[in-house]
């Protein structure tokens, strides 16, 4: 599956973007996905992930009640919806599809878009 990620973009703390990612391929259904976020000089770090019918969610403890990940099968289109944005919230964002569910390490996952850059000023 080919991911194309969109949506990053400027915003003042605690403004909200919404983040999506848009998969090429009849299988997106079939697929775990996340996202994941790389800011300058750090690793990738795991943000959420969301089941194959969007029942299930896991979201790391920073972006708690803050971040909304959601998909739409029929549009092989994931989102991330994120409000209260902070400006440690900035850095590359990366859609990825995986077939662990839930996974939270990047190593569990096979297929990733180009990434999406947000950046919060303060």
């Known amino acids: 599956v080919q991911l194309q990620a969109s949506g990053g973009g400027l915003v003042q703390a605690g403004g909200s973007l919404r983040l999506s990612c848009a998969a090429a391929g009849r299988t997106f259904s079939t697929y775990l996905m996340a996202w994941f976020r790389q800011a300058p000089g750090k690793e990738r770090e795991f943000v959420a992930s969301?089941?194959?019918?969007?029942?299930?969610?896991r979201y790391t403890d920073s972006v708690k009640g803050r971040f909304t990940i959601s998909r739409d099968n029929a549009k092989n289109t994931l989102y991330l919806q994120m409000n209260s944005l902070k400006p440690e919230d900035t850095a590359n964002y990366y859609c990825?599809?995986?077939?662990?569910?839930?996974?939270?390490?990047?190593?569990?996952?096979?297929?990733w878009g180009q990434g999406t850059q947000v950046t919060v000023s303060s």
């Open positions: 969301i089941a194959w019918n969007n029942a299930s969610t």
């Open positions: 990825a599809a995986g077939t662990f569910y839930l996974a939270t390490r990047r190593r569990d996952y096979d297929y």
